[in-house]
């Protein structure tokens, strides 16, 4: 394989050492805090006994952390795959923990449980996300990647390839690409992928394979190959060690709405409808109640003093209330600090053929009507801190896509529509994945990927980012 093909044995060796420390430091811990350092405390028997399962239980949990697969190099870097085979693997071990303890009647001390549970799924949650920031930055730099030979239709390969692309954290490099029947031409990707046959013989496309030194093979949708063909390519591979893919024309739809039911021999693919409705509906209401109540109760006396700096540094009202669409077409008064100009709407159709926003969005890097302290408020989103009342109120949520003006809304194309399925939002993906950097296109696929795929642990995840994409204030202006 090619000069990085052995990551992932770097990867599995670190994550090894890691989950080792981390479990021996979150046992040793509660052993420590629970029994302390001196053995009269317990009995020298009792000590010797817990000692001895301090020690059983730090192996036992690190073999299941590599028994529940969550080393595997595939769910490294990208997804929440890792994480639940992580806590998964913990939350059994100290459940056979209880079951032991009750059938052996060993009376196990709760505060040592109660310590080494939580410390050690902490920590090894914690420890993961940091192993996966390295990874991604070693990605972002065209390393530690899974090597891809893309096999369909040369449309299908491009789109495959320009996804991927877009989504280096997920590991996957193409390197070339096997078209069969058709027409060998250079694929059309921004970056040209060299096509390497277009033959359906399965030993074609395996020499394909060993000249382009892939790990894996991405099958797309256009493919055309009669199924045996497919089944004896899988046969190849396995004796290659060379990964096997399959890449569905299915877009912008996330795991929980994917089942795969084999039916004769055939892995049949459901795909649900997005529904948010009933339960899921109450819960998210419930989420934006009590976190925004909270938040504007914790962020009261930072709101005093902006509306103090605004009310000094220009003239006018403190707050900004502007019309904005929300579920369902209807209209409702978003509000805002102030951070122009009170005239600031009069003035933009003197400043339209300076706009360095994409599509129907208005932006402007250095734009003038920004006051002094609006440019500080609107750098760190502060400015947005208001709208916790409209979600206090029911006109927003905290998270969904971004509020667009009726003029906006007015030019919207069908498919853009769906964006008022669900409430807008103060954050979004939209926020975590680069504000005003983005494309209009991005910006509209990123609304419509969370209208189609909103969850409640997704919405979670969002504002976890979010903080990050506050502070590091990168594409707020």
């Given amino acids: 394989m090619g000069r990085d093909s052995d990551w992932r044995h770097r990867s599995s060796r670190l994550l090894r050492l890691v989950d080792a420390f981390v479990v021996t430091w979150a046992v040793l811990g509660a052993y420590v805090i629970r029994f302390g350092f001196e053995p009269g405390d317990v009995g020298p028997s009792l000590d010797e ?38 806590a998964a693997a913990s939350l059994w071990l100290f459940g056979l923990v209880a079951i032991f303890s009750y059938v052996l009647r060993f009376d196990t001390a709760r505060g040592y449980v109660g310590i080494a549970l939580p410390a050690g799924l902490i920590g090894l949650l914690l420890a993961r996300w940091l192993v996966r920031q390295h990874l991604n930055v070693s990605r972002q730099n065209g390393h530690s990647m899974s090597r891809l030979l893309l096999l369909g239709g040369p449309s299908a390969v491009a789109h495959l390839a320009s996804s991927l692309e877009r989504a280096k954290h997920a590991g996957y490099l193409p390197v070339a690409a096997y078209t069969p029947g058709t027409f060998e031409a250079t694929v059309g990707y921004e970056h040209g992928l060299p096509v390497l046959g277009n033959s359906s013989e399965t030993s074609s496309i395996v020499e394909a394979i060993k000249r382009c030194n892939a790990d894996a093979v991405a099958v797309s949708a256009g493919v055309q190959l009669h199924p045996q063909t497919l089944r004896h390519l899988g046969w190849e591979l396995a004796a290659l060690n060379v990964g096997l893919i399959m890449a569905p024309a299915l877009t912008d739809i996330a795991g929980p709405r994917i089942h795969t039911q084999p039916v ?30 909270i938040l504007l109760v914790l962020a009261a006396p930072t709101m005093l003093l902006i509306a103090a700096v605004i009310k000094l540094d220009s003239p006018g009202p403190v707050l900004f209330k502007q019309m904005r669409v929300g579920m369902g077409g209807q209209q409702f008064g978003m509000l805002k600090f102030r951070s122009m100009v009170v005239d600031a709407e009069s003035l933009l159709t003197g400043l339209t053929h300076k706009n360095e926003g994409h599509g129907l969005l208005f932006k402007m890097k250095q734009d003038p009507r920004v006051t002094r302290a609006g440019g500080f408020l609107r750098r760190y989103s502060l400015d947005e801190l208001p709208q916790l009342f409209n979600i206090f109120s029911g006109s927003m949520s905290l998270v969904g896509p971004r509020p667009p003006l009726p003029r906006e809304v007015e030019a919207y194309e069908h498919d853009v529509r769906r964006r008022l399925l669900v409430k807008p939002g103060l954050t979004g993906l939209w926020q975590v994945s680069g504000r005003s950097n983005l494309s209009w296109q991005d910006s509209v696929r990123l609304d419509l990927y969370y209208v189609e795929n909103w969850s409640l642990a997704g919405d979670l995840m969002i504002l976890l980012k979010t903080v990050r994409a506050v502070f590091s204030s990168s594409g707020a202006y």
């Fill in 49 to 86: 006994v817990y000692g001895w399962v301090s020690v059983a239980l730090a192996i036992v949990w690190w073999l299941m952390l590599g028994a529940w697969n969550s080393r595997q190099s595939r769910i490294l870097g990208a997804g929440a795959d890792e994480y639940k085979r992580v």
């Fill in 264 to 293: 004769a021999g055939l892995p049949l693919i459901h795909v649900t409808t997005p529904t948010l409705e009933g339960g899921q509906r109450v819960a998210k209401r419930l989420l934006d109640i009590l976190a925004s109540g």
